[in-house]
């Protein structure tokens, strides 16, 4: 194997390990920010609300972000969401950490690489020098034929384009790397403006709803103090209108009783008067009309004869209420009073008759 050839394949192998190296960096990196994540959500679980639901939107790759809702503690969800931040920080920063690691043993591994390779050149070079002083101090273009110049040549040009194409791969690969690094923190960076954004949102729709419901209990609230209020005052007026009625029913039974009383003080006045007249009295003849079983009949009879203009008097007894007409002086007037009283047919008094009427202290 020729030095070219073996330069070109240390080469290969370093660039193939490089990368196979750089690739599973980057996958764990990933995997440990995936893990993160998915620690800090199972340590931290973010309570789901009514007013709330997980959201998704698509960031720069096509892929789905899933967005936790707010905690109902704001204190909570930012020691979480700060949590979580310094968790993303130290992701990336040990993923970069490790990028600037392999870019340094691929640094290292090129280095020796071309050491190795200058050493095998030097090496090459001493034989070759050597050969010449053995060969009477002849150069190599001397000694050697066209046809292994040309092959020389051309393995050299070979060579030297070879270490172009590695250094531009070289640097193709550096920049690769630092415009990964700069879309991985622009990326970064568009996330947590997205994230902000999208907090700041669910911030302000969970104070808009905080308030609309604020207000609606508040109008409930006036509604129901107005309602109560509302039906305190029926209540307190019903009662008033009842005890109103109750007044009135009171001082109508009153008035009656009063009328009732007054009427039967009336009743008792006049009884007291005619049996004063008749027991204390000068006159001793009384025509009797009728003997009433109560005071009420008694009272039908007497408006009929006081109607006439008779001058009636009543008098209780153990058989009923005695009804008298008079008292007149002799027996002539009180008799020619009973004929009139029976010849009234709408007296309707046949059965009247004249009593000597004699005070009880001298029966």
Do not use: C
């Not at 394949?9 to 960096?25: F, I, K, S, Y």
């Not at 640094?107 to 090496?123: C, D, G, N, T, W």
């Not at 273009?141 to 070979?158: M, T, V």
């Not at 009923?320 to 009139?340: F, L, N, Q, W």
């Amino acid at each position: 194997m020729s030095m070219n050839n073996k330069q070109r394949w240390m080469g290969g192998v370093v660039l193939l390990g490089g990368g196979v190296l750089l690739t599973a960096l980057l996958l764990k990196g990933n995997d440990e920010i995936a893990h993160d994540k998915t620690q800090a959500t199972i340590t931290h679980p973010i309570p789901k609300t009514e007013a709330q639901s997980q959201t998704a939107q698509s960031n720069q790759n096509g892929e789905m972000v899933s967005l936790q809702p707010l905690a109902v503690d704001v204190e909570t969800e930012k020691r979480l969401l700060e949590e979580q931040r310094r968790s993303r920080e130290k992701a990336v920063a040990e993923q970069e950490a490790r990028a600037a690691d392999f870019l340094k043993m691929q640094q290292e591994a090129e280095a020796a690489a071309a050491r190795k390779a200058a050493e095998e050149y030097a090496a090459i070079n001493a034989r070759r020098t050597a050969e010449q002083e053995s060969s009477d101090n002849i150069p190599p273009e001397l000694g050697e034929d066209d046809k292994a110049k040309a092959q020389r040549l051309a393995e050299e040009k070979k060579k030297a384009e070879q270490q172009k194409v590695d250094q531009q791969k070289t640097d193709t690969e550096k920049k690769l790397v630092e415009d990964k690094r700069k879309a991985d923190a622009e990326k970064k960076l568009a996330e947590e403006k997205r994230k902000a954004e999208t907090e700041k949102k669910a911030e302000e729709e969970k104070r808009k709803a905080e308030a609309d419901k604020k207000a609606a209990d508040e109008k409930r609230k006036a509604e129901a103090d107005k309602k109560a209020t509302e039906e305190k005052r029926k209540a307190e007026a019903d009662k008033k209108a009842a005890d109103e009625k109750k007044h009135k029913v009171e001082a109508d039974k009153k008035a009656a009783d009063e009328k009732k009383r007054k009427a039967e003080a009336e009743k008792k006045a006049e009884a007291e008067k005619a049996r004063e007249l008749m027991e204390n009295g000068d006159k001793k003849w009384m025509v009797q009309v009728a003997l009433a079983a109560n005071q009420a009949n008694a009272d039908a009879v007497v408006s009929k004869l006081r109607a006439k203009g008779y001058k009636v008097t009543t008098s209780p007894t153990s058989k009923g209420v005695r009804i008298m007409v008079g008292p007149s002086k002799d027996r002539e007037v009180a008799d020619a009073a009973r004929k009139k009283i029976t010849s009234d047919e709408s007296l309707n008094m046949k059965s009247a008759w004249v009593i000597d009427w004699v005070p009880l202290d001298q029966r």
